[in-house]
């Protein structure tokens, strides 16, 4: 037996192994702008994203995230969110307005925009969109003056986009996020820990009870019973009836929450300040810290059943390949 070839076969089999462990995890990119921040990242299929953030800014990949070309969207408002139906019909909120696209974001134009002055010289901030169909779709977010929230904003479209009419919900409190899983339930989060609901496309919301004080920043359901919401001080909440129950689920941090999703109805992440980065592999009842290299700010979060990214601070874009 040759035992030098047997040896420099080993060898060369631990390189690949130790290799192939080291791509595991999350990879630390820089694709914004220093000193700006990243605040959303969406994915329509494995190849085709787009992040945006700070200044207007909306980068585009159409091969994974190997090459981002940036997109002019006309406006330097910072982007709170930017969704896309399919791979051509986007929205984005900047500030007080709703930028769409029919072209995958090759041209953005301002579709709406919501002035002070129809909210008696109070501030409008778009902070989350949805669609459930073709038509159908929700922006929720604040109305405020100067650091003081007056009332919570939800805003509902039956065209498009094309028209926007307000909807008053019970709450008066920021409203940061929304979620919907299919096209009559829905669920958005905000400020001291309200939790809105609807079983009818959107056309009544309903309190549900989250049973924290906390802000909640995200939300997201896998299906019609199973969902999460993430907030201050480590908050994570988890339901398993839709939101008729919410109960509390311990985790390795205290740090602020911003983002959650979930793969499948056991695998999931979450990322917040200081770099911070949950997963879980049984449904949310437990949790545990992953390695982030950084401690920026992740903002955002996006994961399909093969990749994931995560968006921040100072332009910080991480990629997660399992």
Known sequence: MNWSLVFTSLVTACVIVSDARAQEGWVTQRRGQAGKDLNAVYFVDAKRGWIAGDDGLVLSTEDGGRIWAQQATGTRESINDI????????????????????????????SVRFPASAFGGAEPELYSVRFTSKKKGWVVGSVSRGETVLDSLVLRTTDGGVSWQRQFVPPRGELIHLDFDGDKRGWIVGGAGVILHTKDGGETWQAQFSKTPATLYHVDFEDDEQGWAVGERGTILRTVNGGDNWKPVSTPVRSTLLSVKFVNDTQGWAVGRGGAILRTEDGGLTWVQQESSTKQNLYALFLDKKAGWAVGGDGLVLKYER
Do not use: M, V
């Not at 791979?87 to 995958?104: C, H, R």
């Open 83 to 110: 969704y896309f139906r399919d791979k051509e019909d986007g929205y984005l909120l900047a500030g007080n307005q709703i930028f769409s696209t029919k072209d995958g974001g090759r041209t953005w134009r301002a």
